[in-house]
Protein backbone atom coordinates (compact mmCIF):
# COMPACT_ATOMS: atom_id res chain seq x y z
CA UNK A 1 0.00 0.00 0.00
CA UNK A 2 1.45 3.23 -1.15
CA UNK A 3 1.71 5.99 1.93
CA UNK A 4 -0.22 8.68 0.69
CA UNK A 5 -3.39 6.08 1.08
CA UNK A 6 -4.86 6.03 4.90
CA UNK A 7 -5.65 2.46 5.86
CA UNK A 8 -9.46 3.75 6.36
CA UNK A 9 -9.41 5.03 2.40
CA UNK A 10 -7.95 1.41 1.42
CA UNK A 11 -10.65 -0.23 3.75
CA UNK A 12 -13.78 1.67 2.15
CA UNK A 13 -11.92 1.16 -1.61
CA UNK A 14 -11.14 -2.49 -0.69
CA UNK A 15 -14.82 -3.02 0.78
CA UNK A 16 -16.36 -1.28 -2.36
CA UNK A 17 -14.32 -3.25 -4.72
CA UNK A 18 -15.82 -6.66 -3.02
CA UNK A 19 -19.29 -5.54 -2.54
CA UNK A 20 -19.34 -4.86 -6.60
CA UNK A 21 -17.79 -8.26 -6.97
CA UNK A 22 -20.94 -9.61 -5.22
CA UNK A 23 -23.22 -7.43 -6.29
CA UNK A 24 -22.65 -8.53 -10.08
CA UNK A 25 -21.74 -12.19 -9.43
CA UNK A 26 -25.06 -12.61 -7.26
CA UNK A 27 -27.02 -11.23 -9.75
CA UNK A 28 -26.31 -12.73 -12.96
CA UNK A 29 -26.42 -15.96 -11.12
CA UNK A 30 -29.99 -15.38 -9.69
CA UNK A 31 -30.82 -14.12 -13.17
CA UNK A 32 -29.16 -17.34 -15.14
CA UNK A 33 -30.88 -19.48 -12.35
CA UNK A 34 -34.35 -18.18 -12.44
CA UNK A 35 -34.60 -17.48 -16.22
CA UNK A 36 -32.45 -20.52 -17.84
CA UNK A 37 -33.16 -23.22 -15.23
CA UNK A 38 -36.52 -22.14 -13.51
CA UNK A 39 -37.17 -25.85 -13.09
CA UNK A 40 -34.11 -26.68 -10.89
CA UNK A 41 -35.04 -27.39 -7.19
CA UNK A 42 -31.19 -26.12 -6.47
CA UNK A 43 -29.08 -23.07 -6.46
CA UNK A 44 -25.92 -21.28 -6.57
CA UNK A 45 -24.82 -18.66 -4.44
CA UNK A 46 -21.08 -16.38 -4.36
CA UNK A 47 -22.44 -14.84 -0.81
CA UNK A 48 -20.79 -17.40 1.51
CA UNK A 49 -17.79 -17.47 -0.15
CA UNK A 50 -17.47 -13.86 -0.31
CA UNK A 51 -18.19 -12.67 2.92
CA UNK A 52 -15.82 -15.62 4.15
CA UNK A 53 -13.07 -13.61 2.62
CA UNK A 54 -14.18 -10.71 3.50
CA UNK A 55 -14.36 -11.63 7.43
CA UNK A 56 -11.15 -12.66 7.22
CA UNK A 57 -9.88 -9.15 5.90
CA UNK A 58 -12.19 -6.75 7.70
CA UNK A 59 -13.87 -8.52 10.52
CA UNK A 60 -16.94 -7.44 11.52
CA UNK A 61 -17.53 -5.19 8.14
CA UNK A 62 -18.44 -8.47 6.45
CA UNK A 63 -22.21 -8.35 7.47
CA UNK A 64 -22.33 -5.44 4.87
CA UNK A 65 -21.74 -8.31 1.88
CA UNK A 66 -23.98 -10.41 3.99
CA UNK A 67 -26.81 -8.26 3.25
CA UNK A 68 -25.90 -7.39 0.29
CA UNK A 69 -26.21 -10.66 -1.32
CA UNK A 70 -29.50 -11.26 0.55
CA UNK A 71 -30.86 -8.18 -0.89
CA UNK A 72 -29.53 -8.85 -4.76
CA UNK A 73 -30.96 -12.17 -3.97
CA UNK A 74 -34.50 -11.07 -3.23
CA UNK A 75 -34.40 -8.67 -6.05
CA UNK A 76 -33.31 -10.46 -8.94
CA UNK A 77 -35.71 -12.95 -7.47
CA UNK A 78 -38.94 -10.60 -6.63
CA UNK A 79 -39.45 -11.90 -3.36
CA UNK A 80 -41.66 -10.38 -0.72
CA UNK A 81 -41.04 -8.38 2.53
CA UNK A 82 -40.60 -11.58 4.87
CA UNK A 83 -38.12 -13.17 2.55
CA UNK A 84 -35.87 -10.11 2.85
CA UNK A 85 -35.52 -10.02 6.70
CA UNK A 86 -35.13 -14.34 5.74
CA UNK A 87 -32.09 -13.37 3.60
CA UNK A 88 -30.57 -10.27 4.67
CA UNK A 89 -30.63 -10.90 8.63
CA UNK A 90 -30.06 -14.70 8.48
CA UNK A 91 -26.82 -13.86 6.64
CA UNK A 92 -25.21 -12.23 9.34
CA UNK A 93 -25.15 -15.11 11.54
CA UNK A 94 -22.11 -16.25 8.60
CA UNK A 95 -20.20 -13.50 10.83
CA UNK A 96 -19.80 -16.39 13.18
CA UNK A 97 -17.11 -17.09 11.09
CA UNK A 98 -14.80 -14.48 12.64
CA UNK A 99 -14.29 -16.70 15.70
CA UNK A 100 -13.80 -19.58 13.31
CA UNK A 101 -10.81 -17.89 11.56
CA UNK A 102 -9.18 -17.01 14.61
CA UNK A 103 -9.77 -20.59 16.12
CA UNK A 104 -8.41 -21.94 12.88
CA UNK A 105 -5.88 -18.99 12.52
CA UNK A 106 -5.07 -17.39 8.87
CA UNK A 107 -1.78 -18.58 8.80
CA UNK A 108 -3.12 -22.28 8.72
CA UNK A 109 -5.58 -21.79 6.18
CA UNK A 110 -3.33 -20.22 3.91
CA UNK A 111 -1.42 -23.35 3.82
CA UNK A 112 -3.49 -25.75 4.40
CA UNK A 113 -6.50 -24.81 1.26
CA UNK A 114 -8.68 -27.58 2.69
CA UNK A 115 -9.10 -25.59 6.37
CA UNK A 116 -9.54 -22.63 4.31
CA UNK A 117 -12.69 -24.87 2.17
CA UNK A 118 -14.32 -26.16 5.14
CA UNK A 119 -14.28 -22.35 7.08
CA UNK A 120 -16.10 -21.43 3.84
CA UNK A 121 -18.36 -24.66 4.21
CA UNK A 122 -18.63 -23.45 8.03
CA UNK A 123 -19.67 -20.18 6.90
CA UNK A 124 -21.84 -21.11 4.50
CA UNK A 125 -24.18 -23.28 6.86
CA UNK A 126 -23.84 -20.51 9.85
CA UNK A 127 -26.13 -18.48 6.54
CA UNK A 128 -28.68 -20.59 6.05
CA UNK A 129 -28.68 -21.63 9.73
CA UNK A 130 -29.72 -18.08 9.84
CA UNK A 131 -32.40 -18.30 7.59
CA UNK A 132 -33.94 -21.37 8.46
CA UNK A 133 -34.22 -19.66 12.46
CA UNK A 134 -35.73 -16.13 10.62
CA UNK A 135 -38.07 -18.50 8.73
CA UNK A 136 -38.89 -20.76 11.51
CA UNK A 137 -39.61 -17.74 13.86
CA UNK A 138 -41.80 -16.17 11.47
CA UNK A 139 -43.65 -19.19 11.44
CA UNK A 140 -42.58 -20.90 7.76
CA UNK A 141 -42.19 -24.31 9.81
CA UNK A 142 -39.74 -26.98 9.58
CA UNK A 143 -39.96 -28.54 6.06
CA UNK A 144 -39.49 -24.61 4.48
CA UNK A 145 -36.80 -23.93 7.00
CA UNK A 146 -34.66 -27.45 5.39
CA UNK A 147 -34.90 -25.98 2.24
CA UNK A 148 -32.46 -23.26 2.91
CA UNK A 149 -30.38 -26.37 3.13
CA UNK A 150 -31.51 -28.54 0.57
CA UNK A 151 -31.91 -26.24 -2.28
CA UNK A 152 -28.45 -24.35 -1.37
CA UNK A 153 -26.00 -27.38 -1.55
CA UNK A 154 -24.52 -26.97 -4.51
CA UNK A 155 -23.39 -23.83 -2.66
CA UNK A 156 -20.92 -25.56 -0.70
CA UNK A 157 -18.87 -26.83 -4.15
CA UNK A 158 -18.94 -23.55 -5.19
CA UNK A 159 -18.03 -22.28 -1.80
CA UNK A 160 -15.15 -24.13 -1.26
CA UNK A 161 -13.76 -23.41 -4.92
CA UNK A 162 -13.65 -19.44 -4.29
CA UNK A 163 -11.96 -20.32 -0.75
CA UNK A 164 -9.53 -22.68 -2.48
CA UNK A 165 -8.45 -19.91 -4.78
CA UNK A 166 -8.40 -17.29 -2.23
CA UNK A 167 -5.81 -19.31 -0.08
CA UNK A 168 -3.75 -19.60 -3.27
CA UNK A 169 -3.20 -15.55 -3.74
CA UNK A 170 -0.62 -13.84 -1.36
CA UNK A 171 -2.33 -11.42 0.81
CA UNK A 172 -6.37 -12.23 -0.01
CA UNK A 173 -7.05 -14.28 2.47
CA UNK A 174 -5.52 -12.33 5.25
CA UNK A 175 -6.00 -10.05 7.88
CA UNK A 176 -5.79 -7.15 5.54
CA UNK A 177 -4.27 -4.65 8.77
CA UNK A 178 -1.77 -7.46 8.88
CA UNK A 179 -0.90 -7.76 5.08
CA UNK A 180 -0.07 -4.01 4.88
CA UNK A 181 1.93 -4.36 7.78
CA UNK A 182 3.99 -7.35 6.15
CA UNK A 183 4.50 -5.92 2.75
CA UNK A 184 5.56 -2.59 4.32
CA UNK A 185 8.23 -4.33 6.54
CA UNK A 186 9.38 -6.31 3.05
CA UNK A 187 9.84 -3.21 1.18
CA UNK A 188 11.32 -1.36 4.21
CA UNK A 189 13.99 -4.81 4.62
CA UNK A 190 14.42 -4.37 0.74
CA UNK A 191 15.00 -0.67 0.38
CA UNK A 192 17.62 -1.27 4.03
CA UNK A 193 19.35 -4.27 1.88
CA UNK A 194 19.75 -1.69 -1.68
CA UNK A 195 21.14 1.41 0.25
CA UNK A 196 23.61 -1.59 2.29
CA UNK A 197 24.77 -2.33 -1.44
Not at 25 to 53: H, K, N
Not at 100 to 125: D, S, T
Not at 154 to 171: H, K, V
Request: hydrophobic letters at 50%.
Amino acid sequence: MRPHFSLAQYKTFDLAVFAVILAISEALISLASSRWFPDQLYTVSAVAGVVAIVTVRWKWFAGIHAVIGGLVICLVLGSMGQQYLIYCAGNLLGLVGIFLAKAIKEERMRKNPLLAMLYGAAVLFLMQTGRAGISLVLGYGIKNALAFYATDSLSYIFTALILLIASRQDGLLENQVHYIHRIQDAEEKKAGEYNES
